[in-house]
């Protein structure tokens, strides 16, 4: 939490923050900024010079992997030098290492905002996430053993660790099944269910309360996340959501995936980060950009429950920068 919040225009470091699917959520951090005085700044970051994101950006930092061994101690360094107050994760992989150096980056006035480390470890592993909501009583698909004599196809078949959509898939039967238990590592089976698919955006505050609880269907997806998609204002998704978050500390943006079969809702996946769609929440008036900079300012940040609007729907399309190879060449050098 800052001090003398006023004073001194906020720094903000976006990792991972320069794919297109990114650069929605880069300008409506950059709009949120820009209405503070002193206005404040948004730094970019991205492993890829190519990154559409980093084009668009004045102030952007060509970064190693998150699972490269000196990714922490470079970013360390990056935030003192530009003297960066908070870093907000936007990936899986960068969540992971910066959450588990949290304090390190404190020391040095720089928070990670994320939820707390174990919150990410349950989150991020599939087997475990599985095992934790089903012993607090939360409803999820059933998970099979994959050396068992039969299975109840179809079913579904991902990696315990994994992003998107990424080597997930409905499975029809034991050759399939044969084929892709050779070729994913750490493989998860699990109960099939057919129903309509929810993206769930909430936001929380310091004390783990949910400021914001915004209901999307996903009526489209491409790579795991919406293409189209629909704001609803369905009370039993919001309660379901809300119980999901009396099991775990979280902290600031998180969205939940799940799907409605008739009356059953199953928690499938939690991402403890913003969305993939989350530009659609924002566009419906849940602005969890302005309410992150007010957390970094200090300011709490009261509850804004069912205000947004319903039945918003979302069209993303492909567009496309056109920049000489020359700059472009020198922004991959920053």
């Known amino acids: 939490?800052?001090?003398?919040?006023?004073?001194?225009?906020?720094?903000?470091l976006l990792t991972s923050s320069g794919s297109g699917r990114r650069v929605r959520l880069v300008q409506a951090f950059e709009k949120?900024?820009?209405?503070?005085?002193?206005?404040?700044?948004?730094?970019?970051?991205?492993?890829?010079?190519?990154?559409?994101?980093?084009c668009r950006g004045k102030l952007s930092l060509l970064s190693p992997a998150a699972a490269d061994p000196k990714f922490g101690s470079w970013l360390l360094r990056q935030c003192r030098k530009l003297r960066i107050?908070?870093?907000?994760?936007?990936?899986?992989?960068?969540?992971?290492?910066?959450?588990?150096?949290?304090?390190?980056?404190?020391?040095s006035g720089t928070e990670i905002f994320a939820s707390p480390s174990e919150t990410i470890r349950i989150c991020?592993?599939?087997?475990?996430?599985?095992?934790?909501?089903?012993?607090?009583?939360?409803?999820?698909?059933?998970?099979?053993?994959?050396?068992?004599?039969?299975?109840?196809?179809?079913?579904?078949i991902k990696p315990c660790f994994g992003r998107g959509s990424d080597q997930a898939m409905i499975v029809r039967d034991s050759r399939e099944l044969s084929y892709w238990l050779r070729v994913i590592e750490r493989p998860?089976?699990?109960?099939?269910?057919?129903?309509?698919?929810?993206?769930?955006?909430?936001?929380?505050?310091?004390?783990?309360?949910p400021v914001s609880i915004v209901p999307r269907e996903?009526?489209?997806?491409?790579?795991?996340?919406?293409?189209?998609?629909?704001?609803?204002?369905?009370?039993?998704?919001?309660?379901?959501?809300r119980r999901v978050t009396e099991t775990l500390p979280f902290l600031g943006p998180i969205n939940l995936q799940c799907i409605?079969?008739?009356?059953?809702?199953?928690?499938?996946?939690?991402?403890?980060?913003?969305?993939?769609?989350?530009s659609l929440t924002i566009s419906a008036g849940a602005d969890f950009a302005e309410w992150t900079v007010m957390m970094l300012e200090g300011k709490k940040v009261l509850p804004r429950m069912g205000k947004f609007l319903p039945d918003l729907v979302m069209m993303?399309?492909?567009?496309?920068?056109?920049?000489?190879?020359?700059?472009?060449?020198?922004?991959?050098?920053?």
């Open 1 to 12: 939490m800052r001090k003398k919040a006023a004073e001194t225009a906020l720094r903000i």
């Open 32 to 54: 949120v900024l820009a209405r503070r005085s002193p206005p404040g700044r948004l730094v970019r970051m991205d492993t890829n010079p190519l990154s559409p994101g980093l």
């Open 85 to 107: 107050n908070a870093i907000i994760p936007t990936t899986d992989a960068d969540l992971e290492v910066l959450s588990e150096n949290r304090e390190l980056f404190l020391r």
């Open 124 to 156: 991020n592993d599939k087997s475990r996430f599985y095992d934790f909501f089903r012993k607090h009583g939360i409803r999820v698909p059933a998970v099979f053993k994959k050396n068992q004599k039969s299975f109840p196809f179809p079913i579904f």
């Open 188 to 209: 998860l089976l699990q109960q099939y269910i057919k129903g309509v698919e929810y993206t769930i955006d909430l936001f929380l505050d310091r004390e783990g309360k």
């Open 218 to 241: 996903r009526i489209a997806t491409r790579a795991g996340v919406s293409d189209i998609g629909r704001t609803v204002n369905d009370q039993s998704l919001i309660r379901f959501a």
């Open 260 to 278: 409605r079969r008739g009356k059953e809702i199953f928690l499938t996946e939690i991402n403890p980060r913003f969305s993939g769609g989350i």
């Open 316 to 334: 993303v399309y492909e567009q496309a920068i056109y920049l000489p190879w020359a700059k472009q060449k020198k922004s991959s050098d920053r």
